[in-house]
């Protein structure tokens, strides 16, 4: 058996010779490191080093920090992958990460989310991906990269073919990024995620959309897409649609926090009776109001059998949408969780529902689910949910207003559901999916 490095030691040894001071929490996570076995295996680790995720306070890590951890991790194989999320790393630690995967061969899974690097940062990790072959997933959320930032990206999309998942949700890009970010797509045949949710938009003219579009008649390597908060309307919706009726890869489409109607659920309903791969559809916190749940719940009655996961949370709709809704679920036998907190449920909305458990033959125990939207920083506390016998129970929600897909298929830019309390007897072939209807508010720590 070959003898695998001391990370604390090396860690300490370092922080002399470069003299810089311990970062206790860094410190802590190596010696818990160095206990775990499955550094031996062929799976590798990932070094959890979020500052966000912790009931104590925690010293974050700097940029001075993360020069001395990745003169340790050069010669640490085993650590597979890096979670260095709300930190204090600025464009000089971006420089200091850079260096690193550009020697660097073992590292897949990168998370910076929540720093303060900027477009220059952005411009240096970006620039190392052009040859780097190793790295799988890189979350960028929430660091303020800009528009240029972003152009960097795009132009890497069109040169690495290593890269499935790519994360730059909030990070303040532009209409010109979103474009070359679609054009790089059309070419790009590996990249299987993306978030683009919040760019900075000059206009309403959706012209990001179009492009969006125009990329998904020609894209099929793309299995996931996020376009939350794209101020997107009906126009938007029904050139997504039309794409989407040549396209046979996406399975998991966000479409949450847009200015869509009942007009453009319309679209949608048409395309959900001719679509055989879509899975997860988000269209939380729109306005589609009781007409645009009555369109898609006469898609859900009659043609679609391949959709697992709605979130309509938040979208003005009353009893009388919901109740349409439960009713479609009595011949609907793939549907499995349906997100509904934020409209007016009423007493009948909660009797349908009651009876669509109870009487709807589903699984025989039902498995309870927990899964955080957009990485694996904690689920929130237990939402109410409605299971196959009727009665209200504690089941896990994910982010608010956000799908959660079916066991074992997890979304890729989310981490895998994780089952929560007594292990339940593994999902059969042939079974059908555990009705889940969610009707409280969902809570998610970031």
């Not at 999320?85 to 000089?92: E, G, V």
């Not at 989407?244 to 966000?254: G, P």
């Not at 697992?308 to 009893?319: E, P, R």
């Not at 830019?413 to 555990?434: S, T, V």
Request: aromatic residues 4%; hydrophobic residues 40%.
């Amino acid at each position: 058996m070959s003898v695998l490095p001391d990370l604390h030691l090396h860690y300490v040894e370092a922080c002399q010779n470069l003299s810089q001071p311990e970062n206790p929490f860094i410190a802590r996570v190596l010696q818990e490191a160095d206990k775990n076995d499955e550094i031996r295996s062929t799976k590798g680790i990932t070094l959890k080093l979020a500052g966000n995720n912790h009931l104590v306070p925690v010293p974050r890590v700097t940029d001075d920090d993360l020069g001395v951890l990745v003169s340790v991790l050069g010669q640490a194989a085993f650590v597979t992958g890096l979670d260095l999320a709300y930190n204090l790393l600025t464009d000089a630690g971006a420089k200091t990460m850079a260096t690193f995967l550009q020697e660097n061969s073992t590292l897949h899974y990168l998370n910076l989310m929540f720093n303060d690097i900027g477009t220059s940062g952005a411009e240096l990790i970006a620039g190392v991906l052009h040859s780097n072959q190793s790295l799988v997933h890189l979350r960028m959320t929430g660091n303020k990269i800009g528009n240029q930032g972003g152009m960097f990206f795009a132009s890497m999309l069109k040169i690495n073919s290593a890269l499935e998942k790519l994360d730059l949700g909030d990070c303040d890009v532009g209409l010109q990024c979103l474009i070359a970010t679609a054009i790089a797509l059309t070419q790009n045949k590996s990249l299987k995620a993306i978030n683009l949710n919040r760019p900075l938009l000059p206009s309403q003219q959706e012209e990001a959309t179009v492009h969006i579009a125009r990329m998904l008649r020609s894209n099929s390597s793309l299995v996931e897409l996020h376009l939350g908060k794209h101020e997107m309307k009906n126009f938007g919706v029904k050139r997504l649609c039309e794409a989407l009726y040549e396209n046979s890869s996406l399975r998991y489409l966000d479409l949450s926090c847009n200015n869509i109607i009942y007009d453009g659920v319309e679209f949608l309903g048409e395309l959900l009776k001719r679509n055989q791969t879509l899975e997860i559809l988000d269209l939380s916190a729109n306005r589609i109001e009781d007409v645009g749940a009555i369109y898609l719940s006469e898609a859900l009655a009659t043609r679609n059998r391949t959709l697992q996961a709605l979130s309509i949370v938040s979208n003005n709709i009353t009893g009388k949408g919901l109740v349409a809704l439960a009713q479609a679920m009595h011949s609907n036998m793939t549907l499995s969780h349906i997100y509904i907190w934020g409209n007016k449920i009423d007493r009948s909305t909660c009797v349908s529902l009651h009876r669509s458990a109870e009487e709807v033959p589903r699984v025989k125990s039902p498995v309870s689910l927990t899964a955080g939207i957009l990485g694996a920083d904690g689920g929130g506390p237990p939402a109410a949910g409605l299971h196959r016998r009727g009665s209200l129970r504690g089941g896990w929600g994910g982010s608010p207003g956000r799908a959660v897909p079916r066991a074992g298929q997890a979304p890729l830019l989310e981490p895998a559901l994780r089952r929560r309390g007594p292990r339940r007897r593994q999902r059969q072939p042939g079974d059908r999916a555990c009705l889940r209807v969610f009707v409280s508010k969902y809570l998610w720590a970031a």
